[in-house]
T-cell receptor
């Protein structure tokens, strides 16, 4: 399944580093999402973009900064992260953000040292 | 809050049938999804229910009762590859129609 791709697949960074996660969808969808999946916790919605506009920001700390330059690409810029931010970061897309099925990318496994 | 409850772990035997339950808060309900997630991989869509009843898709079926705030995923003729986490996710009108996920049920299929 290559409908939603994410890079890198694995990332190790120090607390003072700046890095970016990239997501690309090839499904012609209009909505894109960032989720965080920590061990033994439910998937947590972080951000939602619809037609390149942010429609949801789920009380995420400012050290996570999303960017959606067009409907096919979504970035998550990371800076001064904490060890508790270590998790699997999943990108998803759907036709619209109201009712449609979301399709997930493979995720980026992030470790913050 | 909009709680979603599902068992943490289940074990079943290859070739058997297993039912994974999910309960949720009924107020504002607007659809329920089941996803399968193998360890270290992306969740993949299995089924969607918004009306009462059973939706069948090959070896997998999903049932919904809106009045009871209850759904189940039924897996028949279990195979070893069905060992995975099964995520129940609900959409509510009064939560912006965003998906909220349960903690997932980790299913282990044994020979």
């Amino acid at each position: 399944e290559t409908g939603v791709t994410q890079t890198p697949r694995h990332l190790v960074m120090g607390m003072t580093n700046k890095k970016s996660l990239k997501c690309e969808q090839h499904l012609g969808h209009n909505a894109m999402y960032w989720y965080k999946q920590s061990a033994k916790k439910p998937l947590e919605l972080m951000f939602v973009y619809s037609l390149e506009e942010r429609v949801e920001n789920n009380s995420v700390p400012s050290r996570f900064s999303p960017e959606c330059p067009n409907s096919s690409h979504l970035f998550l810029h990371l800076h001064t992260l904490q060890p508790e931010d270590s998790a699997l970061y999943l990108c998803a897309s759907s036709q619209s953000h109201h009712t449609d099925t979301q399709y997930f990318g493979p995720g980026t496994r992030l470790t913050v040292l | 809050g909009q709680n979603i409850d599902q068992p943490t772990e289940m074990t079943a035997t290859e070739g058997a049938i297993v039912q994974i339950n999910c309960t949720y808060q009924t107020s504002g309900f607007n659809g329920l999804f089941w996803y399968q997630q193998h360890a270290g991989e992306a969740p993949t869509f299995l089924s969607y229910n918004v009306l009462d009843g059973l939706e069948e898709k090959g070896r997998f079926s999903s049932f919904l009762s809106r009045s009871k705030g209850y759904s189940y995923l039924l897996l028949k003729e279990l195979q070893m590859k069905d060992s995975a986490s099964y995520l129940c996710a609900v959409r509510w009108h009064n939560a912006g129609n965003m998906l909220t996920f349960g903690g997932g049920t980790r299913l282990m299929v044994k020979p």
